[in-house]
T-cell receptor, first 114, second 114 residues
Framework: DAGVIQSPRHEVTEMGQEVTLRCKPI?????LFWYRQTMMRGLELLIY????????DSGMPEDRFSAKMPNASFSTLKIQPSEPRDSAVYFC????????????FGPGTRLLVL | AQSVTQLGSHVSVSEGALVLLRCNYS??????LFWYVQYPNQGLQLLLK??????LVKGINGFEAEFKKSETSFHLTKPSAHMSDAAEYFC????????????FGKGTLLTVNP
């Protein structure tokens, strides 16, 4: 199994630009999670989906952040406009209903907003 | 609400010495507990988990952890440290009622000295 795939692995952009992060969950998994990791705040859950439907987006920091899951094999996290304080590592994770207590993480996208 | 406290943001041991990483949790219902490891510039990898049953849980790479309800603890141990164990370790808790949302501790950076 290929595991959770994220792209790009690294992204450098300028303040005000739109950033799109992509995630492909493990095939057969029906839960998808987006996390953000920073030195100050550690690992934070931003949003999660079940069967492509957003269930809890209470962790999304503000309206500049949006996430979609158009199908079972693809999700995006978009930041528009980006700000320097959005610089972080963004992780995607997935799990399946039968073992949904266990999440499998992707390698992350390291975002730097200048 | 669930929470996790990892005592010690940085632990340093000598190669061959005992590794002990401490984790205490707070949960209003019986928790599910996890240890994840993160190597530099990589995603999080599941080391071990406790859901139900035996309170001593064995994981990969020779690590184990014991769930102690009376102490609300889930400390991670390894009898003999190896250089390859150097990484950051995260303790996490989830609850059935929270739809298995993970709450992470701040992490403990393990350094192994030759």
């Amino acid at each position: 199994d290929a595991g959770v795939i994220q792209s790009p692995r690294h992204e450098v952009t300028e303040m005000g630009q739109e950033v799109t992060l992509r995630c492909k969950p493990i095939s057969g998994h029906d839960y998808l999670f987006w996390y953000r990791q920073t030195m100050m705040r550690g690992l934070e859950l931003l949003i999660y989906f079940n069967n492509n439907v957003p269930i809890d987006d209470s962790g999304m920091p503000e309206d500049r952040f949006s996430a979609k899951m158009p199908n079972a094999s693809f999700s995006t996290l978009k930041i528009q406009p980006s700000e320097p304080r959005d610089s972080a590592v963004y992780f995607c994770a997935s799990s399946f209903a039968g073992g949904r207590e266990t999440q499998y993480f992707g390698p992350g996208t390291r975002l730097l907003v200048l | 609400a669930q929470s996790v406290t990892q005592l010690g943001s940085h632990v340093s041991v000598s190669e061959g010495a005992l590794v002990l990483l401490r984790c205490n949790y707070s949960s209003s219902v019986p928790p599910y507990l996890f240890w994840y490891v993160q190597y530099p510039n990589q995603g999080l990898q599941l080391l071990l988990k406790y859901t139900t049953g035996a309170t001593l849980v064995k994981g990969i790479n020779g690590f184990e952890a014991e769930f102690k309800k009376s102490e609300t603890s889930f400390h991670l141990t390894k009898p003999s440290a190896h250089m390859s164990d150097a990484a950051e370790y995260f303790c996490a808790v989830s609850e059935y009622g929270s739809n298995y949302k993970l709450t992470f501790g701040k992490g403990t950076l393990l350094t192994v000295n030759p």
